[in-house]
Nanobody
Framework: QVQLVESGGGLVQAGVSLTLSCAAS????????MAWFRQAPGKDREFVSAIRWSGSNTHYVDSVKGRFTISRDNAKNTVYLQMNSLQPEDTAVYYCAATGKYYGGNLSNPPAWLYWGQGTQVTVSS
């Protein structure tokens, strides 16, 4: 059983940067692909970004390409989401998720992910 704990959220103004962290415990971190999802009030949970277990491949939703960067440090059992040029439409609860390294399906699909954190709120004011 993998436990995921997100941190780094907050209230920021549009245009600034923020970095989210997700610390994993309870499993071999390098056995898992990792992802970030977000959910705004009244909306479905949305895929944001994913990174393969080795860090060799990354994926992003179109709306964050060029602004967000996902990375991982397998020695620290942590995945990060660097968010630049934040906009009010980025406001959401951000969730960290993990799934097995051999999963070969659609990583943007929430049911593909086995473990979830409790979420961290990001609020961007205009």
């Amino acid at each position: 059983q993998v436990q995921l704990v997100e941190s780094g959220g907050g209230l920021v103004q549009a245009g600034v940067s923020l970095t989210l962290s997700c610390a994993a415990s309870g499993g071999a971190f390098n056995s898992y692909n990792m992802a970030w999802f977000r959910q705004a009030p009244g909306k479905d949970r949305e895929f944001v970004s994913a990174i393969r277990w080795s860090g060799s491949n990354t994926h992003y939703v179109d709306s964050v390409k060029g602004r967000f960067t996902i990375s991982r440090d397998n020695a620290k059992n942590t995945v990060y989401l660097q968010m630049n040029s934040l906009q009010p439409e980025d406001t959401a609860v951000y969730y960290c998720a993990a799934t097995g390294k051999y999963y070969g399906g659609n990583l943007s699909n929430p049911p593909a992910w086995l473990y979830w954190g409790q979420g961290t709120q990001v609020t961007v004011s205009s």
